[in-house]
T-cell receptor, first 112, second 115 residues
Framework: AQSVSQHNHHVILSEAASLELGCNYS??????LFWYVQYPGQHLQLLLK??????LVKGIKGFEAEFIKSKFSFNLRKPSVQWSDTAEYFC??????????FGIGTKLQVIP | EAGVAQSPRYKIIEKRQSVAFWCNPISGHATLYWYQQILGQGPKLLIQ????????DSQLPKDRFSAERLKGVDSTLKIQPAKLEDSAVYLC?????????????FGSGTQLSVL
């Protein structure tokens, strides 16, 4: 069965700091990987996704994620966070079962 | 483009009562999902429909939960009878198809409190 681990459950950063949120998955075959974000008071929305090709994918608002197959990882990065990035971030995997499995989520708080 | 519509937004019931949630997906989206998100956890898939057929309901507690998607458009999720542990946000999502790389569009969710 596929699963997702997010290691940082609560992250606090100052504005302009760099961000990296860890995500590891378990699945032996080809995977599709996602990062979803939920801003305060809003619904979950897709930040970026990987399904093939360049393992470095870029999403909205300056976010990017790198798929490292050998490490079963799909970490989310942003070089300089803003207060508006305060949100909860969910890593998700689809290992071909047509079912998307979500991680527990990481709450990011950016301090002005 | 209209988003995924869900109602009600909040619901408070007592244990052993029944409750129903409604979802209207984005027009043209063949696949509809119901997720349960318990506080402090990620969304957990309860059931997935492709048009009006069930693709996956392996994590749906079928002794108390039921869902239907008549005519392949909107859907209802019902809990009867509710337990305290059913307190959660129930999220509906839709996608164009059921492919592995499909983007999910989520509704705002229904927050259920079971007392």
């Amino acid at each position: 069965a596929q699963s997702v681990s997010q290691h940082n459950h609560h992250v606090i950063l100052s504005e302009a700091a760099s961000l990296e949120l860890g995500c590891n998955y378990s699945y032996g075959g080809t995977v599709n990987l996602f990062w979803y974000v939920q801003y305060p008071g809003q619904h979950l929305q897709l930040l970026l996704k990987y399904f093939s090709g360049d393992p470095l994918v870029k999403g909205i608002k300056g976010f990017e994620a790198e798929f490292i197959k050998s490490k079963f990882s799909f970490n989310l990065r942003k070089p300089s966070v803003q207060w508006s990035d305060t949100a909860e971030y969910f890593c998700a995997v689809n290992g071909g079962y047509q079912k998307v499995t979500f991680g527990i989520g990481t709450k990011l708080q950016v301090i002005p | 483009e209209a988003g995924v519509a869900q109602s009600p937004r909040y619901k408070i019931i007592e244990k052993r009562q029944s409750v129903a949630f409604w979802c209207n997906p984005i027009s043209g989206h063949a696949t509809l999902y119901w997720y349960q998100q318990i506080l402090g956890q990620g969304p957990k898939l309860l059931i997935q429909f492709q048009n009006n057929g069930v693709v996956d309901d392996s994590q749906l507690p079928k002794d108390r939960f039921s869902a239907e998607r008549l005519k392949g458009v909107d859907s209802t999720l019902k809990i009867q009878p509710a337990k305290l542990e059913d307190s959660a946000v129930y999220l509906c999502a839709s996608s164009l198809e059921a492919g592995g790389n499909e983007k999910l569009f989520f509704g705002s969710g229904t927050q259920l409190s079971v007392l």
